[in-house]
């Protein structure tokens, strides 16, 4: 089994799927010279300048026209370069994209996947940081999906472009880099979570990014002798509701954590969710972890004051489970 | 007013449309105003209808079209049932999107028309990518944008517009001028010479013409359709024409002046213009009242089919979201 | 005391606050006519057209030049018509006004009012019907309010006016015509709930339309003898958690109600909140009420398959008292 | 290259401006790459220094600028303090933006100067509504908005040249066109004859000018600032310049073609023509070395004392996002 980096995993999936499907292609600002991250590297080369589009800098030309073409018989992957800027689309992906197969009653689809790199990343500040996850989650008409570890990068990438809904593809910035083992036969179901890690005393909910803070928290828990469960939710929408109420269920106790701004955060859907179906059975309080309501800063200390460690989700799951009930 | 090689069953075919759009626009009007049937707000395109028989006649239903809320004359010059029409605007069973759309989303895909739309110029960078997608699949069809005098002044105007040049799209972009933007006098509230101006800065080549001239319209759109089809770069046409009704068919336009409409319908109205032609022509009054007539008599029945036909089912509410996940809320 | 409707209610608002402030000026499409929905009637007679502006269909610019405007000492009200076009204009209001203070390291101030007209109204279908609150309550930066009546669409105006903040500003587009008293001398205070009806068994949180409907709720349970709380929030951020919190230690029953989606609505930081803070204290499950993740249709009764209806409340509320453990 | 009626108090100025930014982002490159002290990126306009200076020149600090992510030189050129810049490109205490902006977010309000941008095209309709409160203010204070050539192809650009001619706003909009955007040559994704066109389109008054002369640039912006003073309407400078570093101080720029930097530095460079022209003017090399030494100085003793600053206290991660409301999650 190959061992490839996240950015490598992503560069395989659309690799792979352009090989088996000339419909597929890829636009978006300087993709013929690899992408801003590298994540185009080497495509042109095989598969030409029409199916490596670059484009002018017009996120709403490059969001409409994407689905244009996906709406008479192509698949275009969209690269919007940082999440941030494709908020210069939004008309286009949420009043046009989402909605037009319902609008025109079924006569459409809009087979494309969306890219949005998102997240902190070292002092990028506060245009070119934010995770807006939870916005896309709440759009009727989009799948949403945040891929953590370079074996997801590979197998959600894959099933985004076969998909024929259009898949809002948030990979996180800050973890092009890191390695990982990649199965290029393991298929990706939407909605299904991973149990990165197995435990019996808390549940530890998150995504992205913050699912590898997860795991690490959760081998730091062990050491204090407390089992805690990791589950990597990976697509938020749909998102595991089973996974999540089996290991509550199990475990009694919950932390949900994410990187984005925790009011209005897709945390709060989880603890809502949980608190409506089986609140009773909790065995202590529910603990939420995101960012405070404020801004990314560019130095160092600042940006780090909104970050969502690692440390934050052991005290929490400590919290939680002293003050159990 | 007749012309040497004047094609005259082209002639006829341009007023039956026009006839046939003005009838639709009629009987939706009554059934908003008098009937009470139409929920949410019509934008007739009545005194526009050169437009979009002119320019329709050239297109096949593989060709691509995309159109705004003022889009009923376009839908049907593409090819769409009156009636699935009519159903639409009533919100019924076996309206063009099934009731779900109503007259600012209608649709019809099975005769290549991708959509009104309800937000002014989205239409435009949609419609550069559908030419986008005809040109990497390698498709000899064409893409026809059409879109009000108002969406120059917003961004996609210009992206989509330079998207088309860069990728040397199959499309044709139409202004149709009506000189309003709901209840603004467009003129007011833009810069410099307007719409086939700004097509021009952008590399494009620019067509103005009378867009009450039905003949003129369409055999413009023959030479550009042409163009098109042989491997030729986008092209701009700006035809002007005026907005005859209030911006919904329930504004009474108090807010410009008094017998403008009035004068403009005397001097301009494209159906009244193309029934000399066809007079000058050597067609009979007769046949050329005939040619109103069964307009009416469709749009009449149209309606009335329509304000029978059901609502549609209650489960149709959660259908066609998207294939993944469910959209219900659950029980608990 | 003189009785408005709630269109009426925040014409008087605009009014009172030109007169007062030459600096406050309103731009928009159409609005020397009096705007889509007679919310400017008569303002340009009085004002002239520089301080009430008619605009080019030019979402973007008309957000962002009110920005601009309101750095150098103006105080814009932006008229977006439908909550929906705001869509077109979102990397300004995300990305420029709600970040530039905070980025800028506290120069600048952007005082502006951004009203978005949101909220079912019927047969509108898709593309002008849609709530999205949710959004900007998890934007750092942002003030959010929700008023649903028209004492509410005066005071909040008038607050939202000489705030210095960036205040989105959401009327919900079908309550135009309903009439009530407004008493001008009343101030709003940001984040101050409204208890819209005392209430001992069961709490039902809310805000927008949604108050109305809840309030027709606790009459209707009144009748059962049950006796509901009715908190209008009002704002959304900040939004009153003591308000909550009080009402649900008293009652220990929550039902959550909002038009907005359910799915990453803003009722599920309510939900969550109340999870975290108090879920030992509950009574019975909490309910949280919003639309299925569908899209709004024109025809009327599919529209109505995604309201959330006084009935709705009823039976909720009726359910956790039910369950109560 | 001297000539009648030459300033050379001007002239001398203006090599001075150019030489402090150009020092100043000499410093700051090096202090990204061999010092590892600016963590975010930063654009350099090494190279670009001339329309920065040439511009500034004719603004005081009460007039208003809006610029890019490429913006030190115009910021630098308006007045700010080249202390407070570098520390903010450090992010340290005391930054113009006490450290939470960054290179792309510089912004020195006390001189006018409203904002880099982090999103391109963004600061163009920000920039309109600034002139559009200066004149509902009645203020006689103008508005210089400067972008890249990259940023025409967005839609802001539409939105906001529209929106200033409607207005007749007090503003200079530029085009500071570097011919690069990003790893992109510009001119591949551009449709028709590029900023000027599109900007004269809209109805505007458009000067296209060497971008490298810095002299020329002042000139032209002496006039157009002396017409916007005058009440007149909104123009347009596309100035032609030269991206000669990579996009970013990390960017190797290996998409172009070799030498094509190296030649238009020999080319170009607005530094080596500018000290042409005084010297043609009388002054002499000594004068003008020491400019040259003067901005090394200032600027080595800036970096050294701005990489001397603490970090930004931790709470002021939480100051200054609104009046209203606590950012901070909430202890349980
Ligand atoms: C982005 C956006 N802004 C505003 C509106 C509201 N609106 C609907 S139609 C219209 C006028 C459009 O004028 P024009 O483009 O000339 O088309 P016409 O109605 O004249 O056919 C406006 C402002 C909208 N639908 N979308
Ligand atoms: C809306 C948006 N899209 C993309 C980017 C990424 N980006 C940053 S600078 C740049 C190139 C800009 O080119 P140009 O406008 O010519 O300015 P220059 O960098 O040459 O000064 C791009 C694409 C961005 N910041 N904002
Ligand atoms: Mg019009
Ligand atoms: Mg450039």
Redesign the pocket.
């Known amino acids: 089994m190959p061992k490839l980096t996240y950015r490598d995993a992503s560069l395989a999936a659309i690799q792979h799927s352009m090989r088996d499907d000339s419909t597929v292609w890829c636009v978006g ?2 993709l013929g010279r690899g992408g ?1 991250f590298g994540q185009y590297k080497g495509l042109r080369e095989e598969f030409g300048d029409a199916r490596i589009s670059d484009a002018p ?1 017009s ?1 709403a030309a490059i969001m409409g026209a994407a689905f244009g073409a996906a709406m008479i018989g192509t698949r275009p992957i969209v690269e919007m ?2 999440s941030d ?1 494709a908020l ?1 689309a939004t008309d286009e992906l949420v009043n046009q994209i989402a909605k037009a197969r319902f609008m025109f009653g079924g006569q459409s689809r809009a087979p494309m996947v969306i890219r949005k790199p998102m997240g902190l990343w070292r002092s990028s500040a506060a245009q070119h940081s934010q995770s807006l996850e939870s916005w896309y989650a709440h759009i009727p008409g989009l799948v949403v999906v945040c891929p953590g570890t370079p074996q997801d990068n590979y197998s959600m990438l894959m099933a985004a472009i076969a998909c024929d809904d259009p898949v809002v593809y948030l990979e996180h910035k800050g973890i092009w880099d890191i390695e990982g083992e990649v199965d290029f036969s393991k298929k990706y179901e939407f909605g299904k979570a991973e149990i990165r890690r197995e435990g019996t005393d808390v549940t530890i909910v998150s995504w992205s990014n913050t699912a590898n803070l997860a795991v690490e928290a959760a081998n730091a828990l062990s050491g204090q002798g407390v089992s805690a469960e990791v589950i990597d939710l990976r697509s938020l929408w749909p998102w595991d509701k089973e996974a999540v109420l089996k290991s509550v269920a199990k475990t009694g106790h919950l932390v949900v954590a994410h990187e984005s701004v925790a009011v209005g955060g897709f945390g709060a859907e989880i603890v809502a969710t949980v608190a409506e179906k089986a609140g009773h059975t909790l065995k202590g309080p529910v603990r939420r972890l995101g960012a405070p309501r404020s801004l990314v800063s560019y130095a160092p200390n600042l940006e780090d004051m909104l970050r969502v460690t690692s440390e934050m989700m052991v005290t929490a799951a400590q919290e939680t489970l002293k003050k159990a009930s | 007013m007749t012309f040497a090689g004047h094609n005259f069953e082209r002639g006829r075919s341009l007023l039956e449309m026009m006839e046939r759009i003005r009838a639709f626009e009629e009987q939706a009007c009554l059934a908003a105003e008098r009937d009470q049937l139409v929920l949410g707000a019509i934008h007739p395109s009545i005194g526009q209808e050169a437009v979009a028989a002119g320019i329709m006649y050239n297109l096949t239903t593989e060709d691509i079209l995309l159109s705004t809320h003022r889009g009923h004359g376009h839908t049907l010059a593409k090819g769409a049932s009156s009636l699935a029409m009519m159903r639409e605007l009533l919100g019924r069973e076996g309206g063009c999107c099934g009731g779900k759309g109503g007259s600012m989303h209608i649709a019809d895909f099975d005769v290549g028309m991708l959509g009104a739309n309800g937000v002014v110029g989205a239409n435009i960078t949609i419609a550069a990518g559908a030419a986008h997608a005809i040109k990497l699949l390698g498709d000899d069809r064409i893409v026809v944008d059409i879109f009000g005098d108002g969406a120059i002044n917003r961004g996609p105007f210009l992206e989509g517009m330079n998207w088309a040049v860069v990728f040397k799209l199959p499309i044709l972009f139409v202004c149709e001028d009506n000189q309003y933007s709901a209840t603004t006098k467009t003129s007011s509230m833009t810069a410099g010479d307007g719409a086939a101006a700004r097509a021009t800065s952008l590399g494009m080549r620019s067509t103005t013409v009378d867009g009450n001239d039905v003949e003129l319209i369409a055999d413009t759109a023959a030479d550009i359709a042409s163009r098109l089809r042989a491997g030729g770069p986008p092209e701009f046409l700006h035809a002007k024409t005026y907005r005859r009704t209030g911006h919904t068919s329930f504004d009474p336009a108090t807010y410009r002046p008094a017998n403008e409409a009035a004068e403009e319908e005397k001097r301009s109205d494209p159906i009244k213009r193309q029934r000399a032609v066809l007079e000058a022509a050597g067609m009979s009054e007769a046949d050329i009242q005939s040619l109103h007539e069964n307009a009416q008599k469709e749009m009449i029945d149209v309606l009335k089919e329509a304000a029978e036909t059901p609502f549609p089912t209650n489960e149709t509410a959660f259908k066609d979201v998207q294939d993944i996940g469910s959209p219900a809320v659950e029980a608990y």
Chains 1, 3 share one sequence.
Do not use: L, N, S
Request: proline fraction near 0%; charge should be negative; aromatic fraction near 22%.
């Open positions: 600002e300087d801003v800098i996120e370069r940082f800027f210069c």
